[in-house]
């Protein structure tokens, strides 16, 4: 029985101590102190090489032993973190100190792990979280007041409210259809006077007239107020009578080849005007011409009227009837080239009235020429002179509309709304071309040299400059 005992109760020993080999270690038990290191003999040296022994950093005030453990985790990975980035593994440097970070945020190695990640995301190139703006202070309510909530309008549109004229002036619309008013109700007068008298027609055609024009003058504003015309409109017809007239005269020259009459040419002057002003108005229905078009319309036909009485003095013809024809080929020709260049150009009245006057003196130059070498006994003179006169005329014309380039630009329009001026973007330079393909004078474009490019200071002169 003893020796059962004796076995059993070493059984049961046995089995405590398994029991207590098995329990689990307490994670948050502080260390035991370390023991401290024997102090040097008195009588052995001391190594000046040895490593100054090194203070454990305190706690934090308030500490707990799970925030201290934490941070021992957290100074664990920040130390293993600095080993991968000293051996450039970036990545898996940065996962550790971002999980120090997690681990213990505000702890001793916060600001090691911060800067680790800041260093693997500057070797990556990877671009960090800009700090975000202030907010802006709200503005302080401003006290209310009264603003004027009407709409703006657009000074440059025609639909705006008309501005009265000056006093005693007249508007341009107006203006306009009293003179092709007082010119078309003239020459119907003027027809109708000339039947008045057999002998004398001329004693009938003058006041009559003038009389009838001064009536046109003063019906057809009235008028045209009431048909709502615009000025291009009232343009348009009235160029219409005017030239019409001329080509019904000059055909009642052509038609008469052994006597002309100044019926015969008033009556086809009458017939004529009327005839073109029909179809001027039925123009306006269906095509909308602008005042400079009609300017440009009405300078064409005035070059090739002109154009074709100095062809004629070329030519010397046996009938004195063809220079009228000339004058009538010109005319149309003039009509059929400015109704088709006028929608392609930019041009008003006031441009087209300096073209007109430079081909004008180009044109009657050579008159004088011709007063020192006339000559009776031969046609030569006259020759000379209608060729001087017809290039003058072209020349005159060409400078006229190259003087004038540029000027007025954008308004020419139908409805009053400025067009947007062509831009001049050539450079600086004596002679400069646009990048619209615009040749123009400039200015002086003096530029100081570069040191990089010239030994020595210095300035250029540009003198040509261009923009394509």
């Known amino acids: ?116 990640i800041h260093a693997v995301n500057v070797q990556l190139g990877i671009p960090e979280d800009s700090p975000k703006p202030a907010p802006r202070p709200e503005p302080e309510p401003r006290p209310t007041e009264d603003v004027d909530t009407s709409p703006i309008v657009d000074p440059t549109l025609s639909s705006g409210p008309a501005v009265p004229p000056p006093e005693g002036a007249l508007p341009r619309g107006r203006l306009a259809a009293r ?61 219409a009578t005017v030239w019409g007239g001329v080509v019904g005269g000059l055909f009642g020259d052509i038609a008469n080849t052994d006597v002309t009459t100044s019926r015969s040419v008033l009556v086809a002057a009458s017939v004529g005007s009327t005839l073109a002003g029909l179809g001027g108005y039925a123009l306006t229905r269906t095509r909308k011409l602008t005042r400079g078009d009609v300017a440009l319309v009405d300078t064409f036909a005035g070059i090739g009227a002109v154009g074709g009485l100095t062809l004629g003095m070329v030519m010397q013809p046996a009938e004195s009837e063809a220079y009228s024809l000339n004058s009538v080929l010109g005319i149309a020709g003039g009509v059929v080239v400015g109704l088709i260049a006028a929608p392609q150009t930019s041009t008003t009245p006031r441009r087209m009235l300096r073209v007109a006057g430079l081909a004008t003196l ?42 004038t380039r540029g000027m007025d630009d954008g308004l020419d329009t139908l409805d009053g709304k400025r067009k947007p001026a062509a831009v001049d973007d050539a450079p600086i330079a004596l002679v400069g071309r646009s990048s619209a393909g615009r040749w123009a004078l400039g200015g002086l474009g003096v530029q100081p040299l570069s040191p990089a490019l010239a030994p020595q200071h210095g300035l250029a002169l540009q003198l040509v400059g261009a923009a394509f």
Do not use: C, N
């Open 1 to 116: 029985m003893p020796r059962v005992r004796a076995v059993l109760a070493l059984v049961v020993l046995a089995a405590m101590a398994r029991v207590a080999a098995a329990q689990p270690v307490d994670p948050y038990k502080q260390p035991a102190p370390a023991a401290p290191a024997p102090a040097p003999a008195a009588d052995e040296p001391e190594d000046p090489y040895a490593p100054a022994p090194v203070a454990p950093a305190p706690a934090p005030v308030g500490a707990t032993p799970d925030s201290t453990l934490t941070d021992r985790v957290a100074e664990a990975l920040v130390a293993r973190a600095q080993e991968l980035l000293d051996t450039r593994v970036f990545l898996d440097a940065k996962q550790l100190a971002v999980e120090a970070l997690v681990q213990s945020p505000k702890g001793r190695s916060a600001e090691h792990a911060r800067a680790i």
């Open 362 to 403: 180009g044109a009657g130059a050579p008159f004088l020429l011709y007063a020192a070498i006339q000559d009776s006994s031969s046609s030569a003179d006259e020759r000379i002179t209608g060729l001087l006169s017809t290039g003058g005329l072209v020349v005159g014309a060409y400078l006229g509309f190259r003087f």
């Open 179 to 239: 003179v092709h008013g007082g010119l078309y109700a003239g020459l119907l007068g003027a027809t109708i006077g000339a039947f008045v008298s057999e002998d004398t027609p001329a004693a009938g055609a003058v006041p009559v007239g003038i009389a009838a024009g001064v009536a046109g003058a003063l019906a057809l504003p009235w008028l045209a107020d009431k048909r709502s015309w615009s000025e291009a409109e009232v343009r348009t017809i009235g160029a």
